[in-house]
């Protein structure tokens, strides 16, 4: 019997078809990128450019403030033209550093060329070096840093590493075509991060609805001891952390703040892997990545692999542009993905998919009263009662919000899409989720 998490989820038609036979294609590089200081939980980056300076891809451009936050490489060569605010893709400007690309110069000392680095003899405390001077984040959309979740605090002990290849969101399909084309590189970066955190287990976690990638990652571990392809049912949001580590693990976290590791589990996305194989192995910052360009009615939908700070309306036009009509564009996919106003948006790390809803799909249902119909509680994979956080969001009710356990909501979407009454309920949620995580920490400021 596969195995999947224990209670709530949905099954959403995952719509990879699109895409998922599109091997990995170079982005063509722009003639300007916009560079975002915050691509990652935490306190912004640090500018460490001005105008006017000259940088190489891989230059360090910016710089981690504090131990929560993460550094930033120019992904391409040429000129600092500003350090300044730019519009993000909701509109809102945030401080971003722009470059004017002259070529394609790279720092010294990268290795890009194609030779596979096997063996890693380096200690835990220098592989989480490198992953931080390299700037490497969770890459499946959580953007945590990833030199934080290595670094175990006193009185915890890691016991598995799982590496996160579920891919549940629809439509997405970057880290399935990782698997395929990257498998040796994915492995290799799962050994590092295994000796990294002092594990002999690892588990790479894949939805039976890729059954080529399971496969293909089974051929090349055949031998290998301590790690293993574990199948799991498709079902959303099984790539959920907490969803997945019940499913791997069988192993419950308990409600914030507890952490995975509060379990023995370290938690990393496919993608992060590779990035943690090109950091350790080759010295190679994150400046790239691999995004999804997709939707029903696109002309080429395509995985390109973009180099940070490319406009989302470059992708877009490579793969044929926007269709005719009613479009809605998410940054993600669409049952957490969030609306762009702004197709001028960069790419960055947190970036997995970039979803074309057309037509009928790209308009929300109407609105009604809610008929009680208990379906959103159901769904929850938290065990929480959406429609009434949802309500209390509404009314600016954030004691009760809280009473409610809103920050245990992982806003995966599922009570928004099981709604018969097309009620926004995740909207409300992530609303009251911000309200209340703000107030707790003015609270815990206070002590």
Known sequence: MMRTFPIGGVHPSDNKKWSSNSAIEQMDLPDVVNVPLSQHIGAPATPKVAKGDKVRVGDLIAEATGFMSANIHAPVSGTVTAVDMQPNGQGLRQMMITIRREGDEWAEGIDRSDTIVENCELTSREIIDRIKAAGIVGMGGATFPTHVKLSIPDGKHAEALIINGVECEPYLTSDYRTMLERGRELIIGTKILMRAVNVGKAYIGVESNKPDAIKHLRSLL??????????LKTKYPQGGEKQLIAAVLGLRVPPPPALPIDVGAVVCNASTAVAVYEAVQKNKPLVERVVTVTGKHMREPKNLLARFGTPVEALVAKCGGLPEGDVRVLNGGPMMGRPLVNLGMPVMKGCSGIVVMSGADALRGR???CIKCAKCVEACPMGLEPYLLSKLSRRKDWESVERGD????IEC???QYTCPANIPLLDYI???????????RTRNAKK
């Not at 992530?430 to 707790?440: A, D, E, N, Y």
């Open 222 to 231: 055949d031998g290998t001891e301590g790690i293993s392809v574990v199948k």
């Open 367 to 369: 609105e009604s009263a």
């Open 406 to 409: 809103v920050v245990s909501c």
């Open 413 to 415: 979407g599922s009570c």
């Open 430 to 440: 992530r609303l009251g989720k911000q309200t209340v995580m703000g107030i707790i």
